[in-house]
Nanobody, 120 residues
Framework: QVQLVESGGGLVQPGGSLRLSCAAS????????MGWYRQGPGKQRELVAT???????NYADSVKGRFTISRDNAKNTVYLQMNSLKPEDTAVYYC??????????????WGQGTQVTVSS
């Protein structure tokens, strides 16, 4: 059974930093991209950052220059380093792992979400 376990969320002051981790178990191969999404109060879930199996990254404009996504394939773990946090970053952050079956078929797995609150 595939499970994604997230950690690292919490309360931080504006300008502070947090590092989120997401460890995937139950799958050891055919993992394509990994990423982070978030859902703020009253908002729909949105993409924060993704990283492909070969390390190509993509970021939402709102987090470029502040967040860094990385992955450790040996550990099936994806990280999100969040610096210069702003109150608008407050959201539940969800880890996403994509298993590629064929080119046009994929299976997405999601973490349970971890709360990030940026407040003074």
């Amino acid at each position: 059974q595939v499970q994604l376990v997230e950690s690292g969320g919490g309360l931080v002051q504006p300008g502070g930093s947090l590092r989120l981790s997401c460890a995937a178990s139950g799958i050891s191969f055919n993992i394509d991209s990994m990423g982070w999404y978030r859902q703020g109060p009253g908002k729909q879930r949105e993409l924060v950052a993704t990283i492909t199996a070969v390390g190509s990254t993509n970021y939402a404009d709102s987090v470029k220059g502040r967040f860094t996504i990385s992955r450790d394939n040996a550990k099936n773990t994806v990280y999100l380093q969040m610096n210069s946090l702003k109150p608008e970053d407050t959201a539940v952050y969800y880890c996403n792992v994509v298993r590629r079956i064929i080119l046009n078929k994929r299976v997405d797995y999601w973490g349970q979400g971890t709360q990030v609150t940026v407040s003074s």
